[in-house]
């Protein structure tokens, strides 16, 4: 696909992965509709991608609420010429192990890594049909294909997301809409903390840098490779031997199950003790 010229809304614009993607897409000449929270932020990343010119529209919404959603549509709808492609980078991770999430926290991980892509697709479908061409990107995670111990919203919301794009992706065959899911591994982002950085390494996970993360996604959109996308070997091999052979993975996990739910256990413990010295407003 040629993304010269096309308009994208792009979610998570603001964060490390999205910031990535957003100079890749700029770079192959596509206008940005670019989602975060923090207009500060956004605005200067607007500026740097259109170089001083004003191809770009930073916009600071809560995906997490209807009334984010709403004005989002409501933009694209109003753009005199129309979108062209949705790409869902916003997402939130939460390391704790399953007694330990919280109501809040955790309905609002759903509302954005599930509710909000799946309601983005529902409301600007409308609008991308009218396209010659027109895409739809989720970015999941190869957490979504793996229950890791330590994770289990994340998990679960991201293996929702796969399911929303494999069935987007068939409903969408006769339509000139076309649906990737792009899972990456680790990408080293603001996303992990500390915590989870030095568990990662114990634990032998590999990572990538985030330039890199989008310059395979670029890549895959124009080349046309749709469908379902997975960043890394072993992690292609590993997603497999998990579907096939589940009892592996639980044994391989089972061994180092001490370590995980000790860094879990400190992870909630430290974001317990940060919500005591400074509550949310
Ligand atoms: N980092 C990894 O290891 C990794 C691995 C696999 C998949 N992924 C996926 O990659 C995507 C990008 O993650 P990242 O690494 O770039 O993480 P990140 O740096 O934390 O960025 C997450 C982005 O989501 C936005 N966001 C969070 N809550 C939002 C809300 N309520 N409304 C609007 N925007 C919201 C954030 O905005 P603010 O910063 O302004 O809050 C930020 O732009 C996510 O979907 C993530 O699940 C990440």
């Not at 890791?148 to 987007?168: D, I, Q, V």
Request: charged share 25%; with cysteine; glycine share 8%.
């Amino acid at each position: 696909m040629d993304l010269n010229g096309k308009t994208l809304v792009l979610t998570g614009a603001n964060g490390g992965l999205g910031q990535a993607i957003a100079r890749e897409l700029a770079a192959a000449g596509a206008r940005l509709v670019l989602i975060g929270i923090g207009q500060v932020v956004l605005d200067d990343l607007a500026r740097e991608l259109g170089n001083g010119k004003s191809h770009h529209c930073p916009m600071d919404l809560d995906l997490s609420r209807e009334q984010g959603i709403d004005e989002l549509v409501q933009f694209c709808e109003e753009l005199p010429n129309g979108i062209d492609g949705l790409i869902n980078s916003a997402g939130l991770n939460r390391f704790a192990i399953a007694e330990d999430h919280d109501y809040q926290a955790t309905s609002r991980l759903f509302m954005v890594n599930l509710v909000a892509p799946v309601m983005l697709s529902a409301r600007l479908l409308p609008l991308l049909k009218t396209r010659k061409e027109a895409l739809i990107v989720n970015i999941g995670s190869v957490l979504g294909a793996i229950g890791n111990p330590g994770y289990s919203a994340y998990c679960a919301s991201k293996s929702g997301l796969a399911r929303f794009s494999e069935t987007l992706r068939r409903e969408l065959a006769d339509s000139p809409v076309k649906v990737l899911h792009f899972n990456p591994r680790v990408v080293r982002t603001g996303m992990n903390s500390a915590a989870v950085n030095s568990l990662n390494e114990k634990l032998g996970n590999k990572s990538d840098a985030p330039e890199q993360v989008a310059s395979l996604l670029i890549r895959q959109l124009q080349e046309d490779r749709f469908g379902e996308y997975c960043v890394g070997w072993p992690e292609k091999l590993f997603v497999k031997i998990n579907a096939l052979f589940p009892g592996l993975v639980d044994r391989n996990f089972s061994k180092n199950l001490k370590l995980i739910k000790t860094a879990a256990r400190e992870e909630s413990e430290f974001i317990q003790a940060r919500a005591v010295e400074k509550p949310a407003n």
